[in-house]
């Protein structure tokens, strides 16, 4: 929408409320009916959060004929909220909660005595004024509770245009920090912002029919179209874009109040900043890292990288007049770089933290495209994936604040932090990102002057970072084929650490329940073993295969099971004793389902004439009792799992089960890919029961909707099983899972 179709749209919603006014024959002084908040496009704003006030003095006289003024608000079905309040009432309410006297600084008269709405302004600009140096902090900590509940509008993969970061409501805090006179912000970026999302939001309530702020995926085309871009990627960078905008703005102005607010309010004079030095050229100054007053920035090419680092080491701002500057006037860095500034970008990455306001700097000033190019691959870039918290870009940055916490077990920090900022690189394109980044993050490191077996291992950690967490949750790490398949493909002992250390990063920046401490454990098991296999060394015995004490009631029962169930740090450890017997595992996976438990993996293998398995489990409240008497419910027949157990419907695709032979030379794998649901893990190893197979482990993820299972069979007496014998099993499981 035009500023023009705005003022005009605005100027015919003001004259329908001045009509109802007029047509309620309501009094013309000591009486005014404002507006707070703003309308949108279209008619009287249907899904806006317009407020309507009427504000009267206190000794006026409304209720005789306040009614006629809300029939037509009523009868019109608008979702305007409208009130009735005395000026001391209003003065009051804005005292008692922030929110509510930033939201009054923007009234507007509508109609009335325009005497009395100019009197609320002025009382209300006063009053926040003057008790600003009180109010603020109050008002930062909302700030701040709804941002870590909401998230940011940038890089939230379903942003909110109302309440995320960098949203509307933070528009309007701006506008109040203005209105304190304790702090500026550039009014033009600020308004530019603030109404590119109002027309957004205006699209949405219009697409959607309803009072929503939150942008579905499945809505980007409506925005694209309502707001006259190209398409989808358009409109999610029109409105990131903005929303990083004012985010940034956000950011800037709460630093530089909380500088305001830390001086004496005793102190006179003119307040011209005091710069203290810091060395290398650099100062600080009011919070904020600035250049030195006799510093010549076209002198050194690694002066942006050292403010950059020093800022974020300090948690400060690198002042956006200082960053442009730079890209100004600043000496460019020769490539290679010299080794100064890839120990200042090292700084940088692993400041923690800091890095995430400081980086922000960067990007706002175009300082970012002098030192990575490469970046706008990525910019604003949403993630495929719905368990991704935030779009590509803020997702490596928060990467690099994870790795940063791991240093100290890293070999080469440096390494570890560039493979943490290029990992992501090459998504965006219809190659799979980690074989199309992998030549990007080798040219970037090469121009950055790594040593050429650096670039080496840049490139293996970029190629190979979803490596070690996708073979520990889908493969046997106790067989040989495993680690030898790691080795293979990761080349060294040195990348495999790195890699450890680059997937603990990427998945706790991905989402919390994307690093459990199950997966945890089996991704250190599996790179415990593959060092253990280059250094020609045994690997330490996994406990959960030493020999377990057979209890009296097993060895003289051959139908009795022992079940103990161990508390883990987000879960359980169930481990099942019993006669081993082929369908045991099925058995014990039908009365898990049944209970509705979620199975993370399972490892079975015999001791002796008896079958030991250890179960996984996301659910702590598991009673063992309760699944002892479903396992023998379901071993006697009395209750048919199946029955319980149907495949849901609306399942798009089917199931698929495909035969590794490459991943173990002691087993066959089956890999199961299938729509999650409860029982899935029942049902394939009941289909493999049926065929006569013994499981030695299955291990079990879930990406998104996706069910991940892997199997590693054997035939009963035989070993591995044959071509034919492989394939015969694969459809019986197949057509298990299909009905």
């Known amino acids: 929408m035009t500023a023009s179709g705005r003022a005009r749209r605005t100027a015919e919603a003001d004259a329908w409320c001045s009509g109802a006014y007029a047509a309620a024959a309501a009094p013309t002084e000591g009486v005014a009916l404002v507006a707070v908040g703003g309308f949108g496009r279209g008619e009287l704003a249907p899904y806006s959060d317009l407020d309507v006030v009427l504000v009267h003095d206190a000794d006026a006289m409304v209720d005789p004929w306040v009614e006629r003024l809300w029939y037509p608000l009523w009868d019109s079905g608008s979702r305007l909220d409208h009130a009735v309040r005395s000026l001391p009432e209003m003065v009051d309410a804005a005292a008692a909660d922030p929110r509510v006297a930033t939201g009054l600084l923007d009234l507007r008269h509508l109609a009335g005595d325009s005497n009395l709405t100019l009197r609320l302004r002025s009382v209300m600009l006063a009053e926040w004024r003057r008790e600003a140096r009180d109010r603020l902090p109050a008002l930062h900590k909302l700030v701040i509770s709804r941002h870590d509940l909401v998230g940011e509008l940038a890089h939230s993969s379903v942003p909110d245009l109302k309440e995320a970061q960098g949203g509307l409501r933070d528009a309007t805090v701006l506008r109040a920090l203005v209105a304190s006179w304790l702090v500026d912000v550039p009014h033009v970026e600020l308004e530019r912002s603030r109404r590119a999302l109002l027309d957004v939001r205006d699209?949405?309530?219009?697409?959607?029919?309803?009072?929503?702020?939150?942008?579905?995926?499945?809505?980007?085309?409506?925005?694209?179209?309502?707001?006259?871009?190209?398409?989808?990627?358009?409109?999610?960078?029109?409105?990131?874009?903005?929303?990083?905008?004012?985010?940034?703005?956000?950011?800037?102005?709460?630093?530089?109040?909380?500088?305001?607010?830390?001086?004496?309010?005793?102190?006179?004079?003119?307040?011209?900043?005091?710069?203290?030095?810091?060395?290398?050229?650099?100062?600080?100054?009011?919070?904020?890292?600035?250049?030195?007053?006799?510093?010549?920035?076209?002198?050194?090419?690694?002066?942006?990288?050292?403010?950059?680092?020093?800022?974020?080491?300090?948690?400060?701002?690198?002042?956006?007049?200082?960053?442009?500057?730079?890209?100004?006037?600043?000496?460019?860095?020769?490539?290679?770089?010299?080794?100064?500034?890839?120990?200042q970008l090292t700084r940088l990455l692993a400041a923690g933290r800091g890095l995430l306001g400081v980086w922000e700097t960067l990007e706002e000033t175009g300082a970012l495209d002098l030192i990575l190019p490469e970046w706008e691959r990525i910019r604003l870039l949403p993630h495929a994936s719905a368990i991704h918290r935030f779009t590509v870009d803020r997702h490596v940055v928060e990467t690099c604040v994870e790795a940063s916490t791991l240093i100290r077990r890293a070999a080469r920090p440096d390494v570890l932090m560039v493979g943490a900022l290029l990992h992501d690189i090459g998504k965006g394109g219809l190659t799979e990102h980690s074989v199309a980044g992998e030549p990007i993050a080798r040219a970037v490191a090469a121009r950055m002057g790594f040593a050429s077996d650096e670039v080496d291992l840049i490139g293996a950690l970029v190629r190979w970072h979803l490596l070690l967490a996708q073979v520990a949750t889908t493969r046997d790490p106790d067989d040989p084929a495993t680690a030898a398949d790691v080795i293979s493909r990761a080349g060294s002992a040195d990348a495999i650490s790195l890699l450890a250390l680059l997937t603990e990063a990427d998945?706790?920046?991905?989402?919390?329940?994307?690093?459990?401490?199950?997966?945890?454990?089996?991704?250190?098991?599996?790179?415990?073993?593959?060092?253990?296999?280059?250094?020609?060394?045994?690997?330490?015995?996994?406990?959960?295969?030493?020999?377990?004490?057979?209890?009296?009631?097993?060895?003289?029962?051959?139908?009795?099971?022992?079940?103990?169930?161990?508390?883990?740090?987000?879960?359980?450890?169930?481990?099942?004793?019993?006669?081993?017997?082929?369908?045991?595992?099925?058995?014990?996976?039908?009365?898990?389902?049944?209970?509705?438990?979620?199975?993370?993996?399972?490892?079975?293998?015999?001791?002796?004439?008896?079958?030991?398995?250890?179960?996984?489990?996301?659910?702590?409240?598991?009673?063992?009792?309760?699944?002892?008497?479903?396992?023998?419910?379901?071993?006697?027949?009395?209750?048919?799992?199946?029955?319980?157990?149907?495949?849901?419907?609306?399942?798009?695709?089917?199931?698929?089960?495909?035969?590794?032979p490459e991943a173990s030379e002691q087993s066959t794998v089956l890999e199961v890919r299938a729509a999650d649901r409860p029982g899935l893990l029942y049902l394939a190893l009941a289909a493999l029961a049926q065929q006569g197979i013994t499981v030695r482990s299955a291990h079990v993820d879930t990406l998104g909707p996706q069910a991940v299972d892997v199997f590693y069979v054997q035939e009963a007496d035989a070993g591995v099983l044959s071509e034919s014998r492989a394939a015969q099993v694969a459809h019986a499981v197949r057509s298990a899972l299909e009905h």
């Open 203 to 343: 699209v949405l309530h219009h697409a959607t029919g309803r009072p929503t702020d939150r942008i579905a995926p499945e809505l980007w085309e409506e925005i694209a179209r309502g707001c006259d871009l190209p398409d989808a990627r358009a409109a999610q960078a029109h409105v990131r874009e903005h929303g990083r905008r004012l985010t940034h703005l956000s950011r800037l102005a709460w630093r530089r109040l909380d500088a305001v607010l830390a001086r004496p309010t005793s102190s006179r004079g003119p307040r011209v900043p005091r710069l203290a030095p810091i060395g290398s050229g650099l100062a600080l100054a009011a919070g904020e890292v600035v250049l030195d007053a006799r510093t010549r920035p076209s002198s050194d090419p690694t002066l942006l990288l050292r403010a950059a680092a020093e800022a974020a080491e300090r948690d400060l701002v690198l002042a956006p007049a200082t960053a442009a500057r730079l890209v100004r006037e600043g000496a460019r860095l020769p490539e290679p770089w010299p080794r100064e500034a890839r120990q």
């Open 507 to 660: 998945a706790r920046a991905t989402a919390p329940a994307a690093w459990t401490s199950w997966r945890a454990e089996l991704v250190r098991q599996l790179v415990q073993r593959c060092l253990a296999s280059l250094a020609d060394r045994p690997a330490a015995t996994d406990v959960r295969q030493m020999a377990i004490a057979v209890p009296d009631e097993v060895r003289l029962d051959r139908d009795a099971v022992a079940m103990t169930l161990d508390q883990t740090v987000d879960g359980a450890r169930l481990t099942v004793l019993a006669r081993d017997r082929v369908g045991l595992l099925a058995d014990i996976a039908a009365c898990l389902a049944l209970q509705r438990a979620s199975v993370r993996a399972a490892r079975a293998w015999d001791q002796g004439e008896y079958g030991v398995s250890v179960w996984e489990v996301a659910d702590e409240l598991l009673d063992p009792a309760v699944l002892r008497q479903r396992f023998a419910a379901v071993v006697a027949g009395r209750v048919d799992p199946r029955d319980r157990l149907r495949r849901p419907s609306g399942s798009a695709l089917g199931p698929s089960v495909a035969i590794r």
